[in-house]
């Protein structure tokens, strides 16, 4: 059973950051994508990143590009999202995914977390 759970989340004021978490397991995720997605309130879910585990080729969307950062940490089975310089607009519910998605920003993946709410006042 793949089990994805995410941490980090909180209340934030603009211009700071936050380092979400997600806990795999499961399986073995070496020939996973893993991405993250958030939904704003009122809004549909949108693409924020993901993550090639075997390769550790990331891709970005281009509103958080340059000041997110995707990476694992292979011992932990484990994704990161660390989110820098952070505005309201990014205040949403973050989720990470799992899964072999033929693209990989959309939402086309297998597995997904509860999500994590990130904050961020003005």
């Known amino acids: 059973q793949v089990q994805l759970v995410e941490s980090g989340g909180g209340l934030v004021q603009a211009g700071g950051s936050l380092r979400l978490s997600c806990a795999a397991s499961g399986r073995t995720f070496s020939s996973y994508t893993m991405g993250w997605f958030r939904q704003p309130p009122g809004k549909e879910r949108e693409f924020v990143a993901t993550l090639r585990w075997n390769t550790g080729n990331t891709y970005y969307a281009d509103s958080v590009k340059g000041r997110f950062t995707i990476s694992r940490d292979n011992a932990k089975n484990t994704v990161y999202l660390q989110m820098n310089s952070l505005k309201p607009e990014d205040t949403a519910v973050y989720t990470c995914?799992?899964?072999?998605?033929?693209?990989?920003?959309?939402?086309?993946?297998?597995?997904w977390g509860q999500g994590t709410q990130v904050t961020v006042s003005s």
């Open positions: 995914a799992a899964g072999w998605p033929v693209v990989p920003k959309s939402s086309s993946y297998e597995y």
